[in-house]
């Protein structure tokens, strides 16, 4: 059913409120929601990855390529181009691959000896359609790799300071035409993917377990059981010379001291949820603050494994994590009951029957002038040729991306 015709108070809710479903597809150890929503990619313990339909929750799709436990999986999409979206997953194996949703074979396979942690994909040219035009920054063992056109390039840090954990970087976000990165040592370091090299190195923390950053909020998960939340909003204005963090907020559950293992923030920048690590057996909740106020707004039941990877689609307003120790896929969302009666507004849903009044106008013949003036009120103009810029919960309305579906 159309949204714009369910409960208008659940289809503008801004998190999910309760665990509705779960997906047993394999031992899953990667998640990631396709821009548009309508598709999770899911990485397995034996290397394969399984496109799987978030509105029927079958699987359509299998690519196979790697050989060891997938590590991460990121979707490839651009609006301003016309072209099939893609998938970049990256294994134990030393296997990044970018993967061909149309057709269900790589486009490029690249090996870094040692091992890839966190691989970040940035367009570089909105205007040439082409698949050629994007930068794919690998944070490998051994350094920082950029690959363009199939050709894999070391970024160069001309630093000659100390051992910051370059050999450990452990993720990656875009920001601009900027790409962050972090080191399990607690630095941050801005990198030119054009030029490929290292800008600017910032201490955040004394370990850094991961971050994740949207619109003009980055937030830390730290060693500490502390997740700190900084406004880079300035960054925007001011050279990169004289960048710098602004603490903003701190959450941390003070009381059971839990140390944080996945962190992730909405696509508007106003909601962050975070799992947590083993706490004596019981189950493991998905704590939600708001990042205005900084205050915890929801508390969502969890199962009794530890959630390895978490994704956040604000358009179905739906949180996915999998579990640790069983690979399942759990999907916390909005419970959405039919209200049929939308269809027809003039009528409305009963529990039991009721006797009919008649209105002492209903049947009552109008005039000429009357009639004219309650037709001019009940005419309500209906574009049918250009389509709405936004959906009933006010997001920008993105291409689709259509998958070939795999029968075999």
């Given amino acids: 059913m159309n949204l714009s015709l369910h409960d208008p108070v659940v289809i503008t809710a801004d998190y999910p409120s309760k665990l509705t479903t779960s997906?047993?597809?394999?031992?899953?150890?990667?998640?990631a929601i396709s821009p548009c929503g309508h598709y999770i990619a899911s990485g397995l313990l034996d290397g394969t990855v399984l496109i799987i339909d978030s509105w029927t929750h079958n699987v359509i799709s299998i690519l196979r390529g790697h050989q060891r436990p997938v590590i991460g999986l990121k979707w490839i999409y651009s609006e301003s181009q016309n072209l099939k979206a893609s998938l970049?997953?990256?294994?134990?194996?030393?296997?990044?691959?970018r993967w061909c949703l149309d057709t269900q074979d790589p486009l490029s396979i690249n090996k870094y000896v040692g091992g890839v942690n966190s691989v970040e994909v940035i367009e570089i040219n909105c205007e040439i359609k082409s698949d050629n035009d994007w930068l794919t920054l690998v944070c490998a063992n051994d350094g920082?790799?950029?690959?363009?056109?199939g050709e894999s390039k070391l970024v160069e840090d001309n630093s000659d300071e100390e051992n910051r954990g370059s050999g450990n970087?452990?993720?990656s976000k875009s920001f601009e035409s900027f790409i962050i990165v972090g080191t399990s040592k607690g630095w941050i370091c801005i990198i030119d993917p054009f030029k490929g090299v290292i800008l600017k190195w910032i201490k955040v923390c004394t370990g850094l377990k991961g971050f994740d950053l949207m619109e003009d909020r980055i937030v830390v998960n730290s060693s500490d059981r502390v997740i700190r939340q900084y406004n880079i909003q300035q960054w925007k204005s001011l050279p990169i010379e004289q960048w710098s963090l602004k603490l903003e907020h701190k959450y941390q559950d003070v009381v059971n001291q839990v140390q944080w293992y996945?962190?992730?923030?909405d696509s508007t920048g106003e909601y962050l949820c975070a799992t947590t690590q083993s706490s004596g057996g019981s189950n493991h909740d998905l704590y939600i603050?708001?990042?205005?106020?900084?205050s915890l707004v929801q508390i969502l039941e969890g199962p009794q494994e530890e959630l390895f990877d978490v994704d956040w689609c604000g358009r179905r307003c739906e949180i996915i994590a999998n579990g640790?120790?069983?690979?399942?896929?759990?999907?916390?969302?909005?419970?959405?009951?039919?209200?049929w009666s939308a269809l027809a507004p003039d009528f409305e849903e009963i529990e039991q029957n009721v006797q009919y009044q008649e209105k002492e106008d209903e049947f009552d013949f109008l005039g000429e002038v009357e009639k004219g003036e309650v037709e001019d009120d009940e005419m309500i103009v209906v574009d049918v040729k250009n389509r709405e810029l936004k959906d009933a919960?006010?997001?920008?309305f993105i291409k689709g991306v259509k998958i070939n579906v795999d029968l075999s």
């Fill in 23 to 31: 997906l047993s597809y394999g031992h899953s150890c990667a998640l």
């Fill in 88 to 97: 970049v997953s990256w294994a134990k194996d030393w296997k990044v691959i």
């Fill in 144 to 149: 920082l790799h950029i690959i363009k056109d």
């Fill in 169 to 171: 970087l452990i993720h």
């Fill in 262 to 265: 996945t962190v992730k923030i």
């Fill in 289 to 294: 603050w708001e990042t205005g106020m900084g």
């Fill in 324 to 339: 640790y120790d069983t690979g399942t896929i759990y999907l916390w969302g909005v419970q959405i009951d039919p209200k």
């Fill in 393 to 396: 919960r006010g997001y920008k």
